[in-house]
């Protein structure tokens, strides 16, 4: 099992550009997330998806949207790149029978 | 105010000692609590769930105390391999995980 995984592992974009951050997961997990990690912030939800076919807004939505195209998969778009979404964005899954959640790799993302 | 609020440290250990971190919370409403441990540039990983009774897991003890809304860890005979960033997490709703901004430990020879 890979268990999360994410891509890519790292980008830069210029102010205003899109792009795409993947997520998969094989566990079967009903539930995925999305979070951003800034120093000295903690890690803080942007959005989440209970189930497949469900998604809904976390604590820091803004700029952000996201797909839930099956149950593995759960994609996080940012339409127009600004600098404040320089960070390192987490994807993580769980079961509906524990609050445990798994976590990938991560992405390290600059905007210019 | 954030809703959970850690000691940033960093605390700088020798191996052997014991060392205690705190978390509090905002919401009196959370219901689950949990410590992560996050390695330097690495994914946060499930360190143990903290319970009300108090629960221990070999050398890490943790703790909460509902009524001053805080939870504690304690780590016992401190090893090299401890070294990490601890994050406080408590649950409010089922989906909405809130994390501390992490504590730095190093633990030295």
């Known amino acids: 099992n890979a268990g999360v995984t994410q891509t890519p592992k790292f980008q830069v974009l210029k102010t205003g550009q899109s792009m795409t951050l993947q997520c998969a997961q094989d566990?079967?997990?009903?539930?995925m997330y999305w979070y951003r990690q800034d120093p000295g912030m903690g890690l803080r939800l942007i959005y989440y998806?209970?189930?497949?076919?469900?998604?809904d807004k976390g604590e820091v939505p803004n700029g952000y949207n996201v797909s839930r195209l099956n149950k593995r998969e759960f994609s996080l778009r940012l339409e127009s790149a600004a600098p404040s979404q320089t960070s390192v964005y987490f994807c993580?899954?769980?079961?509906?029978?524990?609050?445990?959640?798994?976590f990938g790799p991560g992405t390290r993302l600059t905007v210019t | 105010r954030k809703e959970v609020e850690q000691d940033p440290g960093p605390f700088n250990v020798p191996e052997g000692a014991t060392v205690a971190f705190n978390c509090t919370y905002s919401?009196?409403?959370?219901?689950?609590f949990f410590w992560y441990r996050q390695d330097c540039r690495k994914e946060p990983k499930l360190l143990m769930s903290?319970?009300?009774s108090g629960n221990e897991d070999g050398r890490f003890t943790a703790q909460l105390n509902r009524a001053s809304q805080y939870i504690s860890l304690l780590i016992r005979d401190s090893k090299l391999s401890d070294s990490a960033t601890y994050l406080c997490?408590?649950?409010?709703?089922?989906?909405?995980?809130?994390f501390g901004a992490g504590t730095r430990l190093t633990v030295k020879p």
């Open positions: 993580a899954s769980r079961t509906g029978l524990s609050y445990e959640q798994y």
């Open positions: 566990m079967n997990h009903n539930s």
């Open positions: 998806s209970a189930s497949e076919g469900t998604t």
């Open positions: 919401n009196s409403a959370s219901q689950s």
């Open positions: 903290v319970y009300s």
């Open positions: 997490v408590v649950n409010t709703n089922n989906n909405d995980m809130r």
